[in-house]
């Protein structure tokens, strides 16, 4: 293995593992905003409801 | 909250950017390793952050069973995902700078392997939470997983040193590494970024058990 | 009745359930004799390689019947039962304690034999100090086992769980069996680090687990 191609492997490897993590979070969080919305009382809203 | 956590990230990026460039771009070659040196600057801090979030999980564990607040359970949960994501990440970066270095992907390296026990206790962790019976009850359990793993981590560690070391020599000796400073410097802003961007990961995962915790509970009411 | 005998009174319950149909030692004997078999032939029966595969033997053994005392009440729904006596549960956790040390005492007392006679070990003379070490060993795998097994009972697929939980928490209990088994037969010096090692687990999680036994065991 050269060096570009064992670097360029580890920084893929660990940025990909971060980024797919967050993009995961992330779209869990969009979704559980939404079923919250669709949930909550009239006025509330996500953050008024975790507030409680 | 959501401020300080938008803060948090940006920080995170803008310092992630600048370890970058420094890391690849600025940073010298070293005198022995050569340009593989370089995958230390996101190895090191990976292993670095994973175990942060083992010192959160206990921290947050404890808290929880003594406390019995849903938050510090939130943030335990939060940690040991992060826990066993950042394991494996410094995992696979250990292989990819042993194999070219050490001419193999794996050794038996007391690292490596406490690092890699690390990540199935925690993968034990995070099954607990997904098979238990109930949320509270998984709750529990896992603090209980949590404190227990932790508390092994220098046991594990050490008895694995002295395992390898004290009967045998190892084959291949990682040599004390003298770091030039401008490496150091390289490493140091990469170990930052890392922490600050382990924070913000925990921030989100925080609110999103939160709001999840919150949707189930209106769930269940309605 | 002080804590002391109520302690003792629950592991001779559970001693006693087992000596009337011996189905966990069985389980764990059986198992045990296979791994030491198998090794034995695949790896090669030299006497350097007993301390080794007596290790992996009792630690892979243990996780058959780590759980069966614990998970015995569950069957027979006598846990709540046990659970209501008044007092502390702590002695709870220590009758279980007691009663699967003893468990795998009796297992390493076999496994002992069994690798003298195969392997060629000469371990006759040396037999007290082997066992001392081996029930120092026991006596850190059964405190965390015994909160385990308490644990698991209220996860779905409470016997696969165990191995994946114990295996990697006991495993300086294995790592340190193997090298001080070796100092023991061999005279070799260095046996007292993992003496210190093996007694500082033991030490620590007898003190922790029970504490964390009252959190597993209380009803949510």
Redesign the interface.
């Known amino acids: 293995m050269t060096p570009a191609v064992a670097i360029a492997l580890a920084y893929t490897v660990v940025g990909a593992g971060i980024l797919i993590y967050l993009q995961r979070v992330r779209r869990r969080l969009r979704k559980a905003e939404a079923d919250l919305r669709a949930q909550g009382e009239p006025s509330g809203s996500a953050e008024a409801l975790t507030v409680r | 909250m959501r401020s300080l956590s938008s803060l948090v990230g940006g920080a995170a990026v803008i310092l992630l950017a600048a370890g970058l460039y420094v890391g690849l771009v600025a940073s010298p070659p070293d005198a022995f390793q050569g340009d593989y040196v370089r995958i230390m600057y996101v190895h090191v801090p990976s292993a670095f952050v994973a175990y942060l979030a083992v010192g959160t999980v206990f921290v947050a564990s404890i808290l929880y069973l003594w406390r019995g607040r849903e938050v510090y359970d939130h943030v335990a949960h939060s940690a040991g995902e992060l826990a066993a994501l950042f394991t494996a990440l410094a995992l696979a970066g250990g292989m990819i700078w042993g194999k070219p270095v050490w001419g193999t992907w794996w050794t038996w390296d007391a690292r490596l392997v406490t690092t890699a026990i690390l990540f199935l206790i925690f993968a034990g962790y995070l099954l607990v939470r997904e098979l238990a019976e109930d949320r509270r009850r998984g709750a529990r359990l896992a603090a209980v997983i949590g404190i227990i793993g932790a508390l092994d981590v220098p046991i594990i560690h050490y008895s694995v040193v002295w395992f390898r070391t004290l009967h045998q020599p190892a084959s291949i000796v990682r040599g004390d590494i003298k770091m030039a400073p401008p490496m150091v410097t390289a490493l140091m802003i990469n170990l930052l970024a890392f922490a600050l961007l382990y924070l913000y990961l925990l921030l989100q995962r925080v609110r999103l058990e939160r709001l999840e915790a919150a949707g189930a509970a209106a769930g269940a009411e309605s | 009745m002080s804590a002391w005998r109520r302690t003792v009174a629950l592991a001779r319950k559970d001693l006693l359930l087992e000596w009337r149909g011996r189905e966990t030692i069985t389980a764990m004997a059986v198992l045990a004799l296979l791994v030491v078999l198998l090794l034995g032939f695949v790896l090669g029966a030299e006497p350097p390689r007993a301390p080794a595969i007596l290790w992996v033997a009792l630690a892979l053994a243990a996780m058959l019947g780590v759980a069966r005392p614990t998970q015995a009440e569950v069957e027979q729904q006598a846990l709540e039962t046990l659970l209501l006596y008044p007092g502390s549960r702590e002695h709870l956790y220590w009758g279980k304690w007691a009663a699967l040390t003893v468990l795998l005492t009796v297992l390493l007392a076999l496994l002992l034999v069994t690798l003298g006679v195969l392997f060629n070990v000469d371990l006759w003379a040396k037999l007290p100090a082997l066992f001392g070490v081996g029930v120092l060993g026991i006596a850190g795998l059964s405190a ?1 086992g015994t ?1 385990f097994a308490a ?1 698991v009972i ?4 409470r016997e696969l ?1 165990m191995p ?2 114990l295996l ?2 006991a ?2 209990v294995v ?2 069996g ?2 001080l088994t070796e100092a023991v037969l061999t005279d070799a010096p ?1 046996g007292g ?2 003496f210190g ?1 093996l007694a ?2 033991d030490i ?2 007898l003190l ?2 029970p504490i ?1 036994y009252e ?2 065991m ?1 009803e ?1």
Do not use: S
């Open positions: 965390v909160l644990l209220h996860v779905r697929g769980l994946l939980l990697p928490v495993l300086p790592l340190g193997v090298r260095g680090l993992w090692m500082v687990f620590l999680f922790v687990a964390l959190v597993v209380e949510a």
